[in-house]
């Protein structure tokens, strides 16, 4: 039987965040059996916990925000929890002295390194997984474009994901996975956030992606991806929304077996 992890000791890191622009301390702490994932914001008055739940979900806007008032939330916690969700990381404190995580390369590896190095330990009690015995179905349109995702009994979780976008440097991309650590690390952890250039001019007017460049997002444009690194998979973009779904899955509190289809799917229909 499976049992719960957290992580073995204490461990910190700083950096900017991708749509605040603000540098955060951050540390990561073990915490007990069926404690689960909490944020805890240690530059506010009596240090308020922000339970990592669907319920304290705020916003989905380029990412996803949880908080338990208007002025204590944490913005983009996607990357970290997908990395959480995707290493089998059951319970663990996240401390930070500012309202969002760094952002670091735009992927989920930093946090992985992060995580290994602290060092991932069993605890004493079995995992308590969500297990669905019939199917669940979501449908919606967005910009007139069909969004579904589908939810079917399994003993493992499963993602097959797909997008569709009228761009030859995207185009149709899909992807499907068994989520294990080990997939997780090789296959979805390095993949990074991405944008169209033509989206920025927006995002800054609505006070979005102010620690954003291409040291740490993929920025595609008209016939090319402006960013000097190269692709690090050939379909990175498919990768990286199935790094943010898994991230939004584990706001459910407890680990998921399932098998998901999404087809055109983001944080607003993920939650």
């Known amino acids: 039987m499976e049992k719960q992890k957290t992580i073995s000791k204490e461990i910190s890191v700083s950096g900017i965040g991708l749509h605040t622009g603000n540098v955060t301390n951050l540390t990561l702490r073990p915490a007990p059996v069926d404690s689960g994932i909490k944020f805890i914001r240690t530059d506010l008055p009596d240090r308020p916990v922000i339970p990592a739940l669907c319920e304290n979900v705020l916003g989905v806007i380029r990412g996803t925000t949880i908080g338990i008032q208007e002025n204590i939330v944490v913005y983009t916690i996607e990357h970290l929890l997908a990395s959480l969700c995707g290493l089998g990381i059951d ?28 060092g ?6 079995p995992k308590n997984y969500i297990v669905i015995d019939k199917p669940i179905k979501y449908t919606a349109f967005d910009k007139n474009n069909p969004v579904e995702i589908c939810a079917y009994p399994s003993d493992e979780l499963k993602i097959d994901y797909q997008i569709v976008y009228e761009h030859p440097l995207v185009s149709t991309q899909q992807i499907e996975l068994k989520i294990t650590p080990e997939n997780f690390i090789k296959e979805i952890s390095h993949s990074r956030t991405f944008c169209f250039d033509y989206e920025i001019e927006a995002l800054k007017s609505r006070g979005l992606a102010k620690g954003g460049g291409l040291e740490n997002t993929l920025v595609i444009g008209i016939d090319k991806i402006h960013n000097k690194e190269k692709l690090r998979y050939p379909d990175e973009f498919v990768r990286h929304k199935l790094l943010d779904l898994l ?16 087809k055109r799917a983001g944080h607003k229909h993920n939650i």
């Open 91 to 118: 319970n663990i404190e996240i401390l930070l002295d500012n309202n969002e995580p760094p952002v670091f390369d735009g992927s989920a590896y930093p946090f992985v390194e992060l995580l290994t190095k602290s």
């Open 120 to 125: 991932i330990v069993e605890q004493d009690k």
């Open 247 to 262: 991230g939004d899955i584990y706001l459910l509190g407890r680990p998921l077996k399932a098998h998901i289809v999404a």
